[in-house]
């Protein structure tokens, strides 16, 4: 049913379907003899509140002159025209979850509404429960969608998304999890997002788990950024993963996403910052560019001309921050990508200042950044680890710019790294050829009077072209003598493993380490 709650708020009367409600001036008016149910306030005095319970067979359209509340409790809405719920005002909804909800929505992709939980206004979720939002039957549709901005500050959301197979158009704009134009900003709760299954056997047209994840779009004169403060965000998806999507224009392209061909302040700032929470995100497709004009099937991308499938972890165009937090990203395509202007007003770069953070690309870089400048990435303190493929691929990919080192624990392979910067304050060293499988072990001082300082289990991994690593550690200072080894795992004794990489205490007997080889620290 629908409760309606409000200071000052009476029944006034009944007709038909409809029942209107007054605080002596304006009204509410809850139509159920329409499909969708029609809500309708007038009231900009107070905030009004609808609680939600029980079970739904249509949709729910919200019109309202001001903020209002949206209580869900143990809630499920289905509808088979147009979004589960549609908030068609430009105002604040404070969703409150309570209990278990759900809303399911097979809506047509083409329609202008085209998400299960579709507003023109921000919504902001809160409370003890939890929302579900399974893909919907027609495919091509958001879970959530806000016309302004998002915003979790406690709750679940599990949402699942999907591509379209009958279309194959892969760019579309409603594929995603979470679809925001201004910001999305989470500062606790959880959020799951996956890419539901396509279709299954031999009648499969594209891969399992088509979709995307947190969008945000930007607007001319608006923002489009990212922000999380903390809480446990998981997206699985078979394309990008989280993106502020914004693109500044870009002559090398040439495109742009206001079609101006101007890139200057009044474009949105596309970053994304990272300042707690856990943070695992998996980015499972093919990368694939519409020049590739491949067919489709289910272990290659498309044919369209259309199609572009760039399975990302995260993405900013402009500038990525992460202050805190654990944060494993796994990907295809790049793990972390920044920047594609080189004319952005706002620069492109990578800034690492703190947390735990793990970049892996099976595919390409670990962490790239189109970059205007130098540094193009800079690490000031945290763990980092940036694993690339071979050659070009790199661990840390500044294009021609330089990476910056000033703090942390660090390791970034791949066929190659960009240039450490003049101006970093941290000392590091280079090794060649990673050996797969093997712990590769940092060992300073002398075989009698030394000690294991640095120890990072090297993933199996096939490539064509011989891996390198940069390392950079507190213990390891220039002018110091160390030596490197690639050692059986069995050789080292290590209290905390991130990724690979021992963040707690080691040890290791000298002798069992094997043949060393020098290690310059600069």
Known sequence: GITVGASGLTTSGTTGGATTFTDGTKTVVIDTSVSPIAITSAITGGVVKFVLTGTFSTGLKITSAAAFGLALTDVAITSTTSAAIYVNSAVRTFVVLSGSNSLTESSDASAAVNAAFYSKGALLFSGSGALSVPA??????????????????????????????????????????????????????????????????????????????????????????????????????????????????????????????????????????????????????????????????????????????????IEAKSILTINGGTVDVQASDDAMNVGISYTNPYGNAVVINGGYVNAASSDNDGIDANAIASPGITINGGVVIANGVGAPEEGFDADRYTVALNGGMVIGSGGNNSSVDASSTADYGTVSRLTAGKTLSIWKGTSSQGALVFAYQVPSMTVTSALTAIVSNPALVAGGSYTYFFADASAITCSEWFHGLCVGSMSATYSALGSGTALTVR
């Open 136 to 313: 919907g039957s027609a495919y091509e549709t958001n879970a959530i969608q806000s016309k302004t901005h998002v915003r979790l500050a406690e709750g679940t959301l599990n949402l699942k998304t999907r591509y379209n197979p009958s279309t194959k158009d892969l760019n579309t704009e409603n594929t995603y999890g979470l679809s925001a134009t201004s910001a999305f900003v989470m500062d606790s709760g959880v959020l799951l997002i996956t890419s539901a299954d396509e279709l299954t056997g031999a009648a499969r047209s594209v891969p399992v788990g088509w979709g995307r994840g947190v969008g945000v779009k930007g607007a001319e004169g608006s923002t489009g950024f990212i922000v999380i403060n903390d809480g446990v965000l998981s997206i699985t998806t078979h394309d990008k993963a989280m993106t502020a999507k914004w693109k500044c224009y870009d002559p090398d392209t040439p495109s742009d996403s206001d079609g101006d061909r101007v890139c200057n302040s009044s474009d949105p700032n596309p970053f994304v910052t990272i300042n707690g929470g856990t943070i695992t995100i998996r980015a499972t497709g093919i990368t694939c560019d519409p020049a590739d004009r491949m067919t489709y099937n289910t272990t290659t991308c498309t044919g369209a001309a259309s199609a572009s499938v760039s399975p990302e972890g």
